[in-house]
């Protein structure tokens, strides 16, 4: 299934377990760019068709940024499904998610340089009643830890409550307190989006009142003339060139929901398209200047890149690689002897990266409209190793043979549930004994309501969320989501002495990793 912020970690998994592939007659860019702008999109195209069907994408886009100039940005495919919705083009609209947090690093590193804040200052310095699950962490949790992912925590951890939800960013920033870490405080690695929205926080807190979304307005995108790019997802449904998010994780493509992420807009909130993106790293790859003017000065974007969290120092069997760093907003690597850096970000229905190698002058940008796939990272590697001398193996067929336990996985659960609550089982009490109120100590309330032959989930802090419950046996129901993208489990009530006492949900463990125990008022 897919994961919303992908990270190196389930990549490298992935390549440490999978096939290799029969090698192809040419690689989908060639090692030379010199041969010429024509080959290199004719080559392109083709790989990218391949791949596009064989991983169930309506639509992508991508750009190649060399030497400074934009060697290709293109779209493939359709907006909507079925060839709906019209072409995709290097204007279409993608919500790029977790790529958002590189414009909050680079604003925070800005003001470090304008001496307005200390990276190693203590996050209460700026928001004094910040709170973390202990003392001691919410005394010590410095502006390098929420940006670091290092504060204890699982990596999505409490998500499900943030996602989509209609809390505004102090509500979020307020209930961090709520997140109990798994691990000791700064010692491992748990990537964190709550961290983020604290970090945008403390923008207006050093800026005199300025937003996030303003300061990367004003500093950023507007001198970048990156004009088809909008810090805030709000009113992209009303955009006419934009592509439509889908899923395929729980059963056939399905159309979702935009989400609505502006309450996490530090964290993932931007939405954008090749053409600006191109921009960003002409920008990145010519040390802050764009079009030979200086934009932000190159020490900014260094601190951007220093390593504060290290994931990995174990050499990779399979790909050139042998560390793995995160620093304000941006993985790093080595890859074939040149430091590479990247991000990845996904929203519902959307996975898109944004990498560049500043010592080859190479920068490059995939979005697409299809969360339950690795395509867009196979390309982006693909393309690195064509322009990085590295022997050509298709990517998106080794990413592809690797996938198909997980999904073989998912299916086999969702048909198991389907025959479960095919048996149209009765249960032994009647469906208003389960309905009610139920409360989480993080998430808040959900309510329970009969509807017909099922139960209607509403849940509180989601206003365009519900779920259904089939009956299935004992005392578990099938939970189905309103938003495919959410999922398909087994519901779980307990009930002692004859009253519903509790009901546990899950969701897509790309979105949260952790069930929520719901109690009954």
């Known amino acids: 299934m897919f994961f919303r912020f992908h990270q190196p970690s389930w990549l490298v998994a992935a390549l440490l377990s999978a096939a290799t592939a029969a090698a192809q007659p040419a690689a989908p860019l060639p090692p030379n760019p010199a041969a010429g702008r ?12 391949r791949g596009r069907r064989l991983w169930n994408i309506p639509g992508l886009a991508v750009a190649v940024v060399k030497d400074g100039q934009v060697l290709v940005s293109q779209g493939y495919g359709t907006r909507g499904a079925n060839g709906q919705g019209g072409p995709v083009d290097g204007n279409t609209l993608f919500m790029i998610a977790s790529n958002s947090k590189l414009f909050t690093g680079t604003a925070i590193a800005q003001l470090v340089e304008e001496k307005k ?20 962490s919410s005394q010590l949790v410095s502006v390098r830890d929420v940006l670091g992912h290092k504060l204890g925590t ?5 998500d499900f409550s943030f996602w989509n939800s209609n809390l505004s960013r102090a509500e979020i920033i307020g209930k961090m307190r709520l997140l109990k870490p798994t691990h000791p405080f700064r010692q491992d690695y748990g990537y964190c989006n709550a961290g983020f929205v604290t970090a945008g926080e403390i923008v207006p807190a050093v800026s005199g009142g300025q937003t996030w979304e303003s300061w990367v307005q004003q500093r950023l995108l507007t001198p970048l003339g990156m004009a088809n790019t909008y810090p805030l997802t709000s009113g992209i449904a009303q955009r006419a060139d934009v592509a439509l998010p889908y899923t395929d994780a729980f059963g056939p493509l399905a159309r979702l929901p935009f989400d609505e992420l502006d309450n ?12 600006d993106l191109a921009h960003w790293l002409q920008f990145q790859l010519d040390s802050g200047k764009y079009r030979g003017q200086r934009v932000l000065p190159w ?25 793995r760093t995160y620093g304000l907003g941006v993985f790093s690597a080595d890859y074939n002897g040149r430091q590479i850096y990247w991000h990845t970000g996904g929203a519902d229905g959307y996975v898109t990266n944004v990498c560049f190698v500043p010592e080859e002058n190479l920068g490059l940008t995939v979005l697409t409209n299809q969360d339950n796939q690795s395509f867009f990272e196979a390309l982006r590697y693909q393309i690195l190793d064509a322009y990085l001398g590295v022997p050509y193996v298709d990517r998106s067929r080794q990413f592809w043979l690797n996938a ?20 149209k089982n009765k249960p032994d009490r009647p469906l208003a004994a389960y309905a009610g109120t139920f ?4 998430y808040g309330p959900l309510t329970v309501v009969p509807q017909g032959r099922q139960l209607l989930v509403h849940f509180g802090h989601h206003p365009h969320l519900t779920a259904t419950l089939d009956y299935l046996d004992g005392d578990t129901f099938r939970l189905t989501y ?28 790309g979105l949260d990793p952790d069930a929520y125990l719901f109690s009954k008022q």
Do not use: I, W
């Open 404 to 423: 198909q336990a997980g999904r073989a996985e998912t299916r086999r659960d969702v048909a198991a549930l389907a025959a479960r609550a095919a048996k």
């Open 264 to 275: 996490m807009g530090p964290a993932a909130s931007l939405v954008s398209c090749t053409n």
């Open 299 to 323: 020490a900014t974007l260094r601190r951007t890149r220093e390593a504060n969290t290290l994931l990995t120092a174990t050499k990779n069997p399979l790909v050139p690689s042998h560390f």
């Open 482 to 509: 309103s938003n495919a993208a959410y999922g398909v489990f087994a519901a779980p009530f307990t009930v002692e002495n004859g009253q519903v006492k509790t009901l546990e949900v899950h969701v897509n463990d």
């Open 439 to 442: 409360q989480h100590p993080l």
């Open 38 to 49: 024509r080959f290199v999109q004719d080559s392109l195209r083709a790989y990218v068709e």
């Open 154 to 158: 699982k990596t999505f951890q409490g």
């Open 117 to 136: 804040l200390k990276l190693d200052d203590p996050v209460r310095k700026y928001l004094p009643g910040y709170r973390l699950y202990d003392s001691a």
